[in-house]
T-cell receptor, first 113, second 112 residues
Framework: EAQVTQNPRYLITVTGKKLTVTCSQN?????MSWYRQDPGLGLRQIYY???????DKGDVPEGYKVSRKEKRNFPLILESPSPNQTSLYFC????????????FGEGSRLTVL | GDSVTQMEGPVTLSEEAFLTINCTYT??????LFWYVQYPGEGLQLLLK?????DKGSNKGFEATYRKETTSFHLEKGSVQVSDSAVYFC???????????FGSGTRLQVQP
């Protein structure tokens, strides 16, 4: 089954404690991306990757890091989480050239105390 | 920059009612337009799309027509069901740009 898998789905942590949200896709997609969803703001892109070892900032990259060492994986790293990073995070992937047709994971709800 | 504006929700309807969710956009290029749906506890799924002016996208009884003259892409369904309760996002992409631009989402609640 084609899917994008995120872990963990739910996480409560404290300010400053480094965490990683993993994302894996089994569709051999070149493009992967991270979004955060906040009430009234829709989805905002954090980082994206056009292919292995190629990453770039989205609209709200501050406080986040990513890496793309393998095609299927695109982890999101919060080196020192802060309460304003409390949000619902989505990983998404697509094939090159089909900009609008994203496949989303089920989301990871993060709370930073 | 590019932007998408959706009507604020929640939209509450009775089963079998007619649905319209408004979406307007601004874009500097020639966008493709999309509707995504997010069911409770799930990620977004592509519902329908239209890639050029006057195209009509349709899926699962939902329709939307790309209106260049009014820069709109309103979502419609003739008879909603309880199972249509979800959050609906309008989005656009412009050739050469690497990200979708999403609206803020409209929550639809359908009551039996």
């Amino acid at each position: 089954e084609a899917q994008v898998t995120q872990n963990p789905r739910y996480l409560i942590t404290v300010t400053g404690k480094k965490l990683t949200v993993t994302c894996s896709q089994n569709m051999n997609h070149e493009y992967m991306s991270w979004y955060r969803q906040d009430p009234g703001l829709g989805l905002r892109q954090i980082y994206y990757s056009m292919n292995v070892e190629v990453t770039d900032k989205g609209d709200v990259p501050e406080g986040y890091k990513v890496s793309r060492k393998e095609k299927r994986n695109f982890p999101l790293i919060l080196e020192s989480p802060s309460p304003n990073q409390t949000s619902l995070y989505f990983c998404a992937s697509r094939t090159s050239g089909r900009t609008g047709e994203l496949f989303f994971g089920e989301g990871s709800r993060l709370t930073v105390l | 920059g590019d932007s998408v504006t959706q009507m604020e929700g929640p939209v509450t309807l009775s089963e079998e009612a007619f649905l319209t969710i408004n979406c307007t956009y601004t874009a500097t290029g020639y966008p493709s337009l999309f509707w995504y749906v997010q069911y409770p506890g799930e990620g977004l799924q592509l519902l329908l799309k239209a890639t050029k002016a006057d195209d009509k996208g349709s899926n699962k009884g939902f329709e939307a027509t790309y209106r260049k003259e009014t820069t709109s892409f309103h979502l419609e369904k003739g008879s909603v069901q309880v199972s249509d309760s979800a959050v609906y996002f309008c989005a656009l992409s412009v050739t050469g740009r690497r990200a979708l631009t999403f609206g803020s989402g409209t929550r639809l609640q359908v009551q039996p």
